[in-house]
Nanobody, 119 residues
Framework: QVQLVESGGGLVSAGDSLTLSCAVSGLTFTTYDMAWFRQAPGKEREFVMSTSWDSGRAENTEAVKGRFTISRDNAKNTVALQMTGLKPEDTAIYYC????????????WGRGTQVTVST
């Protein structure tokens, strides 16, 4: 059974930093691209950042460029999202997702972790 479990969310102030973690089990982690998505209240889920199965390629949405960093630990089957310079508009539920390498669709999702940034 594939499981993706996010952790590390919380309530922070604008300008603070926070690191989210996603623990993955039930799949061959080294053959999966990993990504973070987020969904703000009343909005559709949006892509945040991704890292390829071999960490050779990373992508991000313009809104987090220079502030967020994604990293993966293939020995521990984890992927992290380091967030700095947080803004109130970063408030959302953050989801971890996995897709088989060379595929377009993210097949597996976590349940999400809430990040709230106050002014």
């Amino acid at each position: 059974q594939v499981q993706l479990v996010e952790s590390g969310g919380g309530l922070v102030s604008a300008g603070d930093s926070l690191t989210l973690s996603c623990a993955v089990s039930g799949l061959t982690f080294t053959t999966y691209d990993m990504a973070w998505f987020r969904q703000a209240p009343g909005k559709e889920r949006e892509f945040v950042m991704s890292t390829s199965w071999d960490s050779g390629r990373a992508e991000n949405t313009e809104a987090v460029k220079g502030r967020f960093t994604i990293s993966r630990d293939n020995a521990k089957n984890t992927v992290a999202l380091q967030m700095t310079g947080l803004k109130p508009e970063d408030t959302a539920i953050y989801y971890c997702a996995a897709r088989p390498r060379y595929r377009a669709q993210y097949d597996f999702w976590g349940r999400g972790t809430q990040v709230t940034v106050s002014t």
